[in-house]
């Protein structure tokens, strides 16, 4: 197996890894808000989120009687805490904040931690409709998390290594994503469970009056909707060093690469969400389980016999 090619930078790094999340985190909601303007007929779009920003900022917050404030907070801002957390781990080229020995473990623990942070969210805010939203979110997670893993499990199986420096070494001649494409999709729906997005945003769903944003407002409402645009953000970029080479390319330097395929990644999951329902708890377990865990499983075996085969 090749020698890892990640180099680890010094701490004080962090807060470049801070502001890239946060660049493509606008990033996906200026395109988020261009799209749904495109699909109205309408022009522009794109500077919806400083405008939305600003109008937040000015929103006075919300209470409710017998609110757990704590715990309402803590979900609130612990997403943002958590998709920093996440792309701690994902390489900019050659240099992460850290090479850990088991970074796709760390990444998948991170991405658990949700379950509580949303629930949290709905549960502290001592609402009928934020509490619904929190339990639909629940049930999106036991669909979509353990097809998940097992997406995870592909790469690191093929590296023989649970770290991302190894797994981007071992891709070195061909990409695992041209021979892990059920994986690759599976963690693309992972993705988009975690962050709440796409087929698992019925936890915020209109008939339920917004669900676990149905009495965020102000402050609280701008960091909940902004670590679901970092959490997009950190998926789409652990995508790259997991399935898409990393930093490697022609021409550009290996950061430049690893932002170009972030971001591309990133676009073509904010454009998906119109494309792709959002579907109900059942049915999506029903989806969950009886396709996408079956054939992350397959995809898992195939690999593994491709290993033994080459061993």
């Not at 807060?15 to 990033?27: E, I, N, T």
Request: glycine fraction near 12%; proline fraction near 5%.
């Amino acid at each position: 197996m090749p020698e890892a090619v990640v180099m680890t930078v010094p701490g004080y790094w962090a807060v470049l890894a801070a502001v890239l999340l946060g660049g493509l985190a606008v990033f996906a909601a200026a395109l988020d808000a261009g799209l749904s303007d495109r699909a109205q007929g309408l022009g522009g779009g794109w500077g919806a989120p400083l405008a939305g920003t600003a109008r937040l900022l000015r929103q006075r917050r919300r209470t409710t009687v017998a609110a757990d404030a704590v715990l309402w907070r803590v979900g609130n801002a612990g997403m943002l805490m958590g998709a920093l957390l996440m792309v701690a781990v994902v390489p900019l080229g050659w240099w992460a904040l850290a090479d850990l020995d088991v970074g796709v473990v760390w990444f998948n623990a991170v991405d658990v931690m949700v379950w509580a942070l949303v629930w949290l969210a709905g549960w502290g805010a001592n609402s009928t409709h934020s509490l619904v939203g929190g339990y639909r979110f629940l049930a999106h997670g036991l669909a979509y998390e353990l097809p998940l893993m097992f997406a995870l499990v592909a790469p690191a199986i093929a590296a023989g290594s649970l770290s991302v420096g190894d797994v981007v070494a071992a891709q070195e001649g061909l990409w695992f994503v041209v021979w892990m494409p059920v994986a690759f999709v599976v963690f693309l729906v992972g993705v988009t469970g975690f962050s709440v997005w796409g087929p698992s945003a019925p936890a915020l769903g209109a008939d339920i009056a917004g669900g676990v944003l149905s009495e965020l407002s102000g402050v609280d409402r701008l960091v909940f909707l902004a670590g679901r645009y970092a959490f997009l953000a950190a998926g789409a970029a652990f995508s790259v060093p997991l399935f898409l080479g990393g930093g490697a390319g022609p021409v550009l330097p290996g950061w430049a690469w690893s932002l170009v395929k972030t971001a591309a990644v990133l676009g073509v999951l904010v454009w998906l969400r119109r494309k792709l329902p959002a579907l109900r708890p059942d049915r999506f377990m029903e989806i969950g389980w009886v396709v996408m865990l079956p054939a992350a499983l397959l995809q898992d075996l195939v690999v593994a016999l491709i290993v033994v085969g080459k061993a």
